[in-house]
């Protein structure tokens, strides 16, 4: 058990696990919480978790932790770790189960006034264009050679299938497409469940939602992103579906054996991992790049349903009524980046498992209007709570391998959440403070309620006075649609 007077205490925010805490830890853990947050975790296992993925082979630097922070597989979720590349190990459990799970921002100049009688016309279309819940099908049917070529060609499929814009690509992370993704290394069984759910939302804490621009913190930064105070924008989250389980259910498998055969020790068999350069591991990032393309993928057809929805809606009512994209980012992955460590400029593999991508100014693969001001960093609330969008800064380059959190993060479980509140409770609080709420069952909706979240203002707050990420806009929920 570990306890608040074995970290050492950086600053308001920050607190380190020292790597003479354990034997076996190969870095140390850098935790971003302030004291009240850290209290929030210790009743679950995530510093026991974090301690444990300080252990893996070729890991550099530090293992880092958000303040969304809370126990997950493997690696708590909140968690960063990079290993070095080639030699070092990727890790299925420290990117997670719903590979690219991740957010998209869409801009709109619909003012809020102007909508407020068409909303809830809004949110039953755009419950109907946009299929959420367990094992739904989406909206595209495909057959295996063309799901192969999704997953090799990501949002750059959508696109030549009419899906969308090439601005929105510009605006993706990584151009809506990872290279070196590798189809034969995905199992039949997880194509047969992909080939049905593109154009889908999922359940969980999926949702598309559609917000309010409710307080601009960065005027400059919330032009070059067409967010206007008191217009609509439209937030889609979710990932890579059945497809992208299968895939990590399949490797976690694969690698049980696999670490035996490398001789690799392990304090928790969750944090099976195999070499970069070893078959097993090249095959599993082959395999994992397909999966992010999948949902790459699905969220640019998502997000060409939601337009439709929109046009149905607004066309002909309000003059400016189309979706513009802000950025589409994920907070489930493996990346292969350069960052200085130590002095020193390695190239690494970047694991974030729910965590987010914040690079800085003048980073390499950010669309020219994000250049000077940093890449956009999309935090979603939890349900009938506030979301945020911040930027990167030189800070995360130099400190977090260009990272920060990727929501609230959990205090309560699924199970207890379902417990404690219900459903239709909670729907007819959410309809009294004027949200609109579309939800496949009630059951769903109690274990995505606020009271099971921390508060995202304070996560936000912690990550922005560490030096992270910047303050861009403050969004707040009028409608939502969950699975």
Same mark, same amino acid.
């Given at each position: 058990?570990?306890?608040?007077?074995?970290?050492?205490?950086?600053?308001?925010?920050?607190?380190?696990?020292p $790597?003479?805490?354990?034997?076996?830890?190969r870095?140390?853990?850098r935790?971003?919480?302030?004291?009240?947050?850290?209290?929030?975790?210790?009743?679950?296992?995530?510093?026991?978790?974090?301690?444990?993925?300080?252990?893996?082979?070729?890991?550099?630097?530090?293992?880092l932790?958000?303040?969304?922070?809370? $126990?997950?597989?493997?690696?708590?979720?909140?968690?960063?770790a990079?290993?070095?590349f080639?030699?070092?190990?990727?890790?299925?459990g420290?990117?997670?189960?719903?590979?690219?799970?991740?957010?998209?921002?869409?801009?709109?100049?619909?003012?809020?006034?102007?909508?407020r009688?068409?909303?809830d016309?809004?949110?039953?279309? +755009?419950?109907?264009?946009?299929p959420?819940?367990?094992?739904?099908?989406g909206?595209?049917r495909?057959?295996?050679p063309?799901?192969?070529? +999704?997953?090799?060609e990501?949002?750059?499929?959508?696109?030549?299938?009419?899906?969308?814009?090439?601005?929105d690509?510009?605006?993706t992370?990584?151009?809506?497409?990872?290279?070196?993704?590798?189809?034969?290394?995905?199992?039949?069984?997880?194509?047969?469940?992909?080939?049905?759910?593109?154009?889908?939302?999922?359940?969980?804490?999926?949702?598309?939602?559609v917000?309010? %621009?409710?307080?601009?913190?960065?005027?400059?930064?919330?032009?070059?992103?067409?967010?206007?105070?008191?217009?609509?924008?439209?937030?889609?989250?979710?990932g890579?579906?059945?497809?992208?389980?299968?895939v990590?259910?399949?490797?976690?498998?694969?690698? $049980?054996?696999?670490?035996?055969?490398?001789?690799?020790q392990?304090?928790?068999?969750?944090?099976?991992?195999?070499?970069?350069?070893?078959p097993?591991?090249?095959?599993? +990032?082959g395999?994992?790049?397909a999966?992010?393309?999948?949902?790459?993928?699905?969220?640019?057809?998502?997000?060409?349903?939601?337009r439709?929805?929109?046009?149905?809606?607004?066309?002909?009512? %309000?003059?400016?009524?189309?979706?513009?994209?802000?950025?589409?980012?994920?907070?489930?992955?493996?990346?292969l980046?350069?960052?200085?460590?130590?002095?020193?400029?390695?190239?690494?593999?970047?694991?974030?498992?729910?965590?987010?991508?914040a690079f800085?100014?003048?980073?390499?693969?950010?669309?020219?209007?994000?250049?000077?001001?940093?890449?956009?960093?999309?935090?979603?609330?939890?349900?009938?709570t506030?979301?945020?969008?911040?930027?990167?800064?030189?800070?995360?380059?130099?400190?977090?391998f260009?990272?920060t959190?990727?929501?609230?993060?959990?205090?309560?479980?699924r199970?207890?959440?379902?417990?404690?509140v219900?459903g239709?409770a909670?729907?007819?609080? +959410?309809?009294?403070?004027?949200?609109?709420?579309?939800?496949?069952?009630?059951?769903?909706?109690?274990?995505?309620?606020?009271?099971?979240?921390?508060?995202?203002?304070?996560?936000?707050?912690?990550?922005?006075?560490?030096?992270?990420?910047?303050?861009?806009?403050?969004?707040?929920? %009028?409608a939502?649609?969950?699975?």
């Open positions: 058990m570990i306890r608040i007077q074995d970290l050492t205490h950086i600053s308001d925010t920050e607190w380190e696990i $790597q003479s805490f354990r034997p076996d830890m870095v140390p853990v935790i971003f919480a302030t004291r009240e947050l850290l209290e929030q975790v210790m009743q679950d296992k995530s510093l026991e978790q974090a301690v444990n993925s300080a252990t893996l082979p070729g890991l550099v630097g530090r293992a932790v958000m303040p969304d922070m809370h $126990q997950g597989y493997g690696f708590p979720i909140g968690g960063v990079a290993t070095v080639p030699q070092g190990v990727v890790s299925p420290g990117i997670g189960y719903d590979i690219n799970c991740g957010v998209r921002l869409l801009a709109s100049g619909v003012e809020l006034d102007a909508a009688p068409h909303l016309e809004l949110a039953t279309r +755009l419950d109907q264009a946009c959420s819940g367990v094992g739904t099908e909206v595209v495909l057959t295996v063309e799901l192969e070529r +999704l997953l090799r990501g949002s750059r499929w959508a696109l030549r299938n009419g899906y969308g814009a090439e601005r690509l510009l605006r992370e990584e151009g809506g497409c990872l290279e070196g993704a590798d189809p034969g290394k995905v199992s039949e069984r997880a194509k047969g469940r992909g080939c049905q759910q593109i154009g889908s939302v999922g359940a969980g804490n999926h949702f598309v939602e917000d309010v %621009v409710e307080t601009i913190f960065d005027p400059g930064a919330a032009r070059a992103m067409d967010l206007r105070e008191g217009c609509l924008a439209l937030q889609i989250h979710c890579s579906r059945g497809l992208g389980h299968q990590c259910t399949d490797y976690v498998q694969s690698f $049980q054996a696999a670490v035996q055969r490398y001789g690799i392990l304090p928790d068999r969750e944090l099976v991992c195999a070499p970069m350069d070893s097993e591991g090249a095959a599993y +990032l395999a994992m790049r999966a992010a393309n999948f949902a790459f993928a699905n969220r640019q057809v998502l997000a060409h349903s939601a439709g929805a929109f046009e149905q809606t607004f066309a002909g009512i %309000v003059k400016d009524w189309r979706l513009t994209q802000v950025y589409d980012i994920a907070h489930n992955m493996g990346k980046e350069t960052h200085t460590i130590d002095g020193e400029r390695l190239k690494v593999c970047v694991h974030r498992k729910g965590a987010t991508r800085g100014p003048g980073a390499p693969g950010l669309p020219p209007e994000y250049e000077a001001i940093g890449q956009p960093v999309l935090v979603p609330g939890s349900m009938g506030a979301s945020w969008v911040l930027v990167g800064t030189e800070e995360s380059m130099a400190r977090t260009g990272s959190c990727h929501g609230a993060g959990r205090t309560m479980s199970a207890r959440a379902k417990h404690e219900r239709d909670l729907r007819q609080e +959410l309809e009294g403070r004027g949200i609109r709420v579309r939800a496949g069952s009630m059951a769903g909706l109690a274990e995505e309620a606020p009271q099971a979240y921390k508060d995202v203002d304070r996560v936000v707050e912690t990550v922005c006075r560490a030096g992270i990420v910047g303050k861009v806009a403050r969004l707040r929920p %009028v939502v649609v969950k699975g």
